[in-house]
């Protein structure tokens, strides 16, 4: 008892922005938060219902995506008529399931594109000119398996080919980093299955000046619905002035028991490690 009320205390420092009160965070601080967090905010059931991608929400020629990648400087404009968004549409995975949601505009699947997140002015020479949009579907990889998902195909006067864009309205659904709330940076980038228990994980952080080579602990919390992962760094004395230097490592990590249907957490920023890094989101 006295434990659970002393994790219950930190969770809510922790959700009140404690740490001006108790001072820097341990591993097994950001671990217990994570663990809360994702029991307690929804994200869970997001993770093992709802609709969770694991790739690329844009699709588009390999010819579409060089022009663009060779861009310095493009924008998206609108320079033919839109058509009317449907109410809601449907997604099919492969094993028959289905799923209503809402969907986002043509216009609003534009702005998704753009690296500015708006819309530029169909005058501006830079811009990329879309003057159709269909409403059609794609081939989705998501966390419960392949599907079938709805989805905008614009066409542009000046590119070689169409882009696709999912339609679904993530925001009125509701994702696993809404679920979440706000979060710090995350420490690990991505992990490698070796095999059922032992876990290649590649991390990065921060170097200060007077301490260019602090010694780095990889950390782990198992709960039987979760992997938290985590670095402890154990600094030299120095002067603390922190320089803002990235440096990344990795490590090995053997598990206690199989990693089986887990999901892997990154303690600091509470989600899940593939959400942001590299590395499965379900273990095979």
Not at 31 to 40: D, E, I
Not at 81 to 87: E, F, K, Q, W, Y
Not at 205 to 215: A, H, K, R, V
Request: hydrophobic share 40%.
């Amino acid at each position: 008892m006295p434990r659970l009320l002393l994790t219950l205390l930190m969770v809510t420092l922790l959700l009140s922005g404690g740490h001006f009160l108790i001072g820097q965070f341990t591993f097994d601080d950001h671990a217990a938060r994570a663990v809360w967090t994702w029991r307690t905010s929804g994200a869970a059931e997001i993770w093992r219902d709802g609709f969770v991608p694991t790739e690329d929400l844009s699709q588009m020629p390999r010819d579409v995506m060089k022009q663009i990648s060779s861009d310095e400087e493009y924008g998206f404009a609108v320079a033919g008529p839109l058509p009317s968004t449907p109410d809601e549409a449907r997604i099919r995975w492969d094993d028959g399931s289905t799923m209503r949601v809402p969907v986002i505009s043509a216009r609003q699947a534009l702005i998704a594109l753009s690296p500015y997140q708006m819309e530029a002015s169909a005058q501006d020479d830079r811009a990329y000119k879309m003057t159709t949009a269909v409403f059609t579907t794609v081939r989705l990889r998501t966390l419960r398996g392949m599907a079938t998902v709805p989805a905008w195909r614009l066409s542009f006067s000046n590119l070689p080919g169409p882009i696709d864009h999912v339609a679904v309205d993530q925001a009125t659904l509701g994702t696993v980093e809404d679920a979440v709330g706000d979060h710090l940076p995350h420490d690990v980038r991505g992990f490698e299955v070796l095999d059922e228990r032992t876990l290649r994980v590649s991390y990065e952080y921060g170097i200060c000046l007077g301490d260019e080579s602090p010694t780095v602990h990889l950390r782990t919390d198992e709960r039987p619905d979760v992997v938290v992962l985590g670095i402890e760094i154990h600094e030299r004395a120095g002067n603390r002035l922190c320089a803002g230097v990235g440096a990344s490592g990795e490590g090995v990590v053997r598990l206690q028991k199989p990693l089986g249907d887990r999901v892997v957490l990154d303690a600091k920023s509470r989600l899940p490690v593939c959400l942001h890094g590299s590395g499965p989101c379900r273990a095979g």
